[in-house]
Protein backbone atom coordinates (compact mmCIF):
# COMPACT_ATOMS: atom_id res chain seq x y z
CA UNK A 1 0.00 0.00 0.00
CA UNK A 2 1.65 3.03 -0.91
CA UNK A 3 0.88 5.89 1.74
CA UNK A 4 0.37 9.53 -0.82
CA UNK A 5 0.31 13.19 0.99
CA UNK A 6 -1.81 15.50 -0.97
CA UNK A 7 -3.59 18.22 -1.42
CA UNK A 8 -5.72 19.08 -4.38
CA UNK A 9 -3.27 21.10 -5.64
CA UNK A 10 -1.44 20.58 -9.24
CA UNK A 11 0.78 19.10 -8.07
CA UNK A 12 -0.58 16.47 -5.68
CA UNK A 13 -3.38 15.91 -8.30
CA UNK A 14 -0.84 14.76 -11.42
CA UNK A 15 0.49 12.32 -9.01
CA UNK A 16 -3.31 11.13 -8.22
CA UNK A 17 -3.79 10.25 -11.89
CA UNK A 18 -1.19 8.05 -12.28
CA UNK A 19 -1.69 6.67 -8.95
CA UNK A 20 -5.39 5.54 -10.60
CA UNK A 21 -3.83 4.99 -14.29
CA UNK A 22 -1.73 2.54 -12.61
CA UNK A 23 -4.24 1.00 -10.49
CA UNK A 24 -2.08 0.68 -7.60
CA UNK A 25 -3.37 0.56 -4.37
CA UNK A 26 -2.67 3.74 -2.18
CA UNK A 27 -3.81 5.82 0.76
CA UNK A 28 -4.65 8.97 0.93
CA UNK A 29 -3.36 10.93 3.36
CA UNK A 30 -4.51 14.61 3.71
CA UNK A 31 -2.05 17.50 4.61
CA UNK A 32 -3.51 21.01 4.93
CA UNK A 33 -1.59 23.55 4.13
CA UNK A 34 -3.22 26.56 5.34
CA UNK A 35 -2.94 24.71 8.58
CA UNK A 36 0.53 24.25 8.71
CA UNK A 37 0.33 20.25 8.66
CA UNK A 38 3.17 20.51 6.25
CA UNK A 39 5.49 21.44 8.93
CA UNK A 40 4.86 18.39 10.96
CA UNK A 41 8.05 16.85 12.24
CA UNK A 42 6.56 13.36 10.79
CA UNK A 43 6.16 14.72 7.61
CA UNK A 44 8.65 16.95 7.24
CA UNK A 45 11.02 12.84 7.59
CA UNK A 46 8.93 12.28 4.40
CA UNK A 47 9.30 15.59 2.52
CA UNK A 48 12.33 17.38 4.31
CA UNK A 49 11.53 20.55 1.59
CA UNK A 50 7.62 20.95 3.53
CA UNK A 51 5.59 20.60 0.23
CA UNK A 52 2.92 18.64 -1.50
CA UNK A 53 2.93 15.33 -2.87
CA UNK A 54 4.99 12.92 -1.29
CA UNK A 55 4.52 9.36 -1.38
CA UNK A 56 5.94 6.16 0.68
CA UNK A 57 6.37 3.59 -1.41
CA UNK A 58 5.24 -0.36 -0.38
CA UNK A 59 8.65 -0.80 0.18
CA UNK A 60 9.25 2.13 2.75
CA UNK A 61 10.72 4.44 0.12
CA UNK A 62 10.08 8.09 0.24
CA UNK A 63 9.59 10.12 -2.77
CA UNK A 64 8.80 13.81 -2.72
CA UNK A 65 8.12 16.29 -5.91
CA UNK A 66 6.06 15.62 -8.09
CA UNK A 67 7.86 14.95 -11.26
CA UNK A 68 10.37 12.59 -9.43
CA UNK A 69 7.20 10.34 -7.85
CA UNK A 70 5.72 10.33 -11.65
CA UNK A 71 9.23 8.88 -13.19
CA UNK A 72 9.46 6.69 -9.72
CA UNK A 73 6.49 4.84 -10.04
CA UNK A 74 6.35 4.81 -14.16
CA UNK A 75 9.34 3.13 -13.95
CA UNK A 76 8.70 1.08 -11.60
CA UNK A 77 5.29 -0.35 -13.11
CA UNK A 78 6.82 0.10 -16.35
CA UNK A 79 4.30 1.79 -17.84
CA UNK A 80 3.14 5.40 -18.97
CA UNK A 81 7.01 5.69 -20.13
CA UNK A 82 9.25 4.80 -23.21
CA UNK A 83 11.79 2.35 -23.27
CA UNK A 84 14.17 3.33 -26.31
CA UNK A 85 17.20 5.39 -25.26
CA UNK A 86 16.11 8.20 -27.35
CA UNK A 87 12.40 8.12 -27.10
CA UNK A 88 13.35 8.42 -23.02
CA UNK A 89 15.84 11.28 -23.48
CA UNK A 90 12.36 13.41 -25.45
CA UNK A 91 10.27 12.07 -22.41
CA UNK A 92 13.38 13.47 -19.76
CA UNK A 93 13.24 16.86 -21.77
CA UNK A 94 9.68 17.32 -21.53
CA UNK A 95 8.99 16.20 -17.79
CA UNK A 96 11.55 18.53 -17.18
CA UNK A 97 10.61 21.23 -19.10
CA UNK A 98 7.25 21.03 -17.24
CA UNK A 99 9.59 20.88 -13.74
CA UNK A 100 11.52 23.21 -14.01
CA UNK A 101 9.70 26.23 -15.89
CA UNK A 102 6.25 25.20 -16.40
CA UNK A 103 5.20 24.85 -12.63
CA UNK A 104 7.49 27.14 -11.05
CA UNK A 105 6.49 30.16 -13.49
CA UNK A 106 2.81 29.56 -13.37
CA UNK A 107 3.50 28.84 -9.42
CA UNK A 108 5.06 32.48 -9.08
CA UNK A 109 2.47 33.67 -11.59
CA UNK A 110 -0.29 32.90 -9.47
CA UNK A 111 1.47 34.39 -6.81
CA UNK A 112 2.25 37.65 -7.63
CA UNK A 113 -1.23 38.11 -9.54
CA UNK A 114 -3.44 36.91 -6.37
CA UNK A 115 -1.74 37.04 -3.10
CA UNK A 116 1.72 39.55 -3.43
CA UNK A 117 1.82 42.80 -1.64
CA UNK A 118 2.44 46.33 -3.88
CA UNK A 119 4.70 47.21 -5.56
CA UNK A 120 4.38 44.12 -7.74
CA UNK A 121 4.09 45.37 -11.26
CA UNK A 122 7.51 44.41 -12.44
CA UNK A 123 7.17 40.66 -10.73
CA UNK A 124 3.77 40.20 -12.50
CA UNK A 125 4.78 41.06 -15.55
CA UNK A 126 7.37 38.65 -15.72
CA UNK A 127 6.22 35.67 -13.93
CA UNK A 128 3.22 36.10 -16.23
CA UNK A 129 5.12 36.55 -19.23
CA UNK A 130 7.18 33.53 -18.84
CA UNK A 131 4.17 31.36 -18.10
CA UNK A 132 2.38 32.55 -20.99
CA UNK A 133 5.92 31.53 -22.66
CA UNK A 134 6.15 28.23 -21.87
CA UNK A 135 2.32 27.46 -22.63
CA UNK A 136 3.12 28.55 -25.87
CA UNK A 137 5.96 25.67 -26.03
CA UNK A 138 3.70 23.39 -25.17
CA UNK A 139 0.48 24.34 -27.26
CA UNK A 140 2.96 24.46 -30.48
CA UNK A 141 4.16 20.93 -29.32
CA UNK A 142 0.82 19.70 -29.11
CA UNK A 143 -0.37 20.96 -32.63
CA UNK A 144 1.42 18.27 -34.39
CA UNK A 145 0.43 15.37 -32.14
CA UNK A 146 -1.95 13.65 -29.78
CA UNK A 147 0.19 13.53 -27.12
CA UNK A 148 3.20 15.09 -25.54
CA UNK A 149 5.30 12.13 -26.60
CA UNK A 150 3.46 11.67 -29.85
CA UNK A 151 1.26 8.61 -30.38
CA UNK A 152 1.62 7.53 -27.02
CA UNK A 153 0.08 9.00 -23.84
CA UNK A 154 2.69 9.13 -20.64
CA UNK A 155 3.73 10.72 -17.59
CA UNK A 156 4.37 14.01 -19.66
CA UNK A 157 0.64 14.80 -20.65
CA UNK A 158 -0.14 14.08 -16.61
CA UNK A 159 2.79 16.55 -15.64
CA UNK A 160 0.77 18.88 -18.18
CA UNK A 161 -2.62 18.21 -17.19
CA UNK A 162 -2.19 19.07 -13.43
CA UNK A 163 -1.32 22.61 -14.49
CA UNK A 164 -3.44 22.87 -17.84
CA UNK A 165 -6.16 22.22 -15.90
CA UNK A 166 -5.97 25.36 -13.55
CA UNK A 167 -4.30 27.42 -16.02
CA UNK A 168 -6.84 30.14 -16.50
CA UNK A 169 -5.34 30.77 -12.35
CA UNK A 170 -1.91 31.61 -13.41
CA UNK A 171 -2.81 32.56 -17.17
CA UNK A 172 -5.87 34.56 -17.30
CA UNK A 173 -9.67 33.59 -18.32
CA UNK A 174 -8.64 33.68 -22.17
CA UNK A 175 -6.31 30.88 -21.42
CA UNK A 176 -7.92 27.77 -23.08
CA UNK A 177 -8.84 30.06 -25.70
CA UNK A 178 -5.01 31.18 -26.55
CA UNK A 179 -4.15 27.39 -25.45
CA UNK A 180 -5.82 25.89 -27.02
CA UNK A 181 -4.45 22.67 -28.24
CA UNK A 182 -3.48 22.46 -24.26
CA UNK A 183 -7.19 22.62 -23.54
CA UNK A 184 -7.78 19.81 -25.75
CA UNK A 185 -5.11 17.32 -24.31
CA UNK A 186 -6.62 18.83 -20.35
CA UNK A 187 -10.41 17.27 -22.29
CA UNK A 188 -9.13 14.37 -23.18
CA UNK A 189 -7.64 13.43 -20.05
CA UNK A 190 -10.87 14.71 -18.05
CA UNK A 191 -12.83 11.93 -20.05
CA UNK A 192 -10.36 9.09 -18.54
CA UNK A 193 -12.28 7.36 -15.98
CA UNK A 194 -8.57 7.57 -13.97
CA UNK A 195 -9.05 11.73 -13.95
CA UNK A 196 -13.22 11.03 -13.20
CA UNK A 197 -11.87 8.90 -10.23
CA UNK A 198 -9.11 11.50 -9.43
CA UNK A 199 -12.20 14.07 -9.12
CA UNK A 200 -13.91 12.03 -6.62
CA UNK A 201 -10.71 12.20 -4.20
CA UNK A 202 -10.83 15.68 -4.49
CA UNK A 203 -13.95 15.89 -2.74
CA UNK A 204 -12.94 13.57 0.37
CA UNK A 205 -11.85 15.35 2.02
CA UNK A 206 -12.72 19.03 3.67
CA UNK A 207 -9.25 21.68 3.23
CA UNK A 208 -9.46 24.60 5.38
CA UNK A 209 -10.81 27.70 2.92
CA UNK A 210 -9.67 30.24 5.68
CA UNK A 211 -6.94 32.16 4.09
CA UNK A 212 -6.53 34.38 6.83
CA UNK A 213 -3.46 36.16 8.18
CA UNK A 214 -2.33 32.93 9.96
CA UNK A 215 -2.55 30.96 6.53
CA UNK A 216 -0.53 33.45 4.83
CA UNK A 217 1.84 33.61 7.16
CA UNK A 218 2.43 29.77 6.93
CA UNK A 219 2.31 29.42 3.57
CA UNK A 220 4.77 32.63 2.67
CA UNK A 221 7.08 32.33 5.75
CA UNK A 222 8.71 35.30 4.38
CA UNK A 223 6.01 37.46 5.98
CA UNK A 224 6.30 36.17 9.81
CA UNK A 225 7.49 38.24 12.22
CA UNK A 226 11.27 37.85 12.87
CA UNK A 227 11.98 36.45 16.23
CA UNK A 228 15.38 38.23 16.46
Known amino acids: MIDFYYNTGPNPMK ?19 LRGEQFDAGFARINPNNKLPAIVDEDGTAV ?21 VAERGTMLSWL ?50 QWMLGDDY ?32 VATIDARPAAARVATLRDTHAFSQQFDQAAQQTLFRHLAPRAD
Not at 15 to 33: H, N, S, T, W
Not at 67 to 72: C, E, G, K, V
Open 15 to 33: VALLLEELGVAYRPVPVDM
Open 64 to 84: FDSNAILLHLADKHRRFVPVG
Open 96 to 145: MFVASGVGPYSGQAVHFQHFAPEPKDYAVTRYLFEARRHFEILDRRLADS
Open 154 to 185: SIVDMAVWGWGRVMARPLGDDAPARFPNVARL
